[in-house]
Nanobody, 120 residues
């Protein structure tokens, strides 16, 4: 089964940028719908965006226009480019995957998360 490892989190000021990476091992990401999910302290998980294995990408309204999801198949890595960060973006960010490549169901595989903190 695929294993996921996030990296790239950190602390930035509002308006800054970060690029998160999700390195996969054990399987190729082209077989999966890939997604990013975040969870702020004391709050429920929030879907950020997803990418089908055919290249269609969808985002939540809260990040649309600011965040960009991409894949590097050669590196078997998923990215989340985050621009114009806001304090409300502060959360633990998780990479997730499902074999339902059309992104129509729940995620089956999860990384352990990387923390993003945005100062006002």
């Amino acid at each position: 089964q695929v294993r996921l490892l996030e990296s790239g989190g950190g602390s930035v000021q509002a308006g800054g940028s970060l690029r998160l990476s999700c390195a996969a091992s054990g399987d190729t990401l082209v077989n999966y719908c890939m997604g990013w999910v975040r969870q702020a302290s004391g709050k429920e998980r929030e879907w950020v965006g997803s990418s089908t294995n055919t290249g269609r990408i969808d985002y939540s309204d809260s990040v649309k226009g600011r965040f960009t999801i991409s894949r590097d198949n050669a590196k078997n890595t998923l990215y989340l480019q985050m621009n114009s960060l806001k304090p409300e973006d502060t959360a633990m960010y998780y990479c997730a995957a499902t074999r339902q490549w059309w992104c129509g169901g729940s995620y089956d595989y999860w990384g352990h998360g990387t923390q993003v903190t945005v100062a006002p």
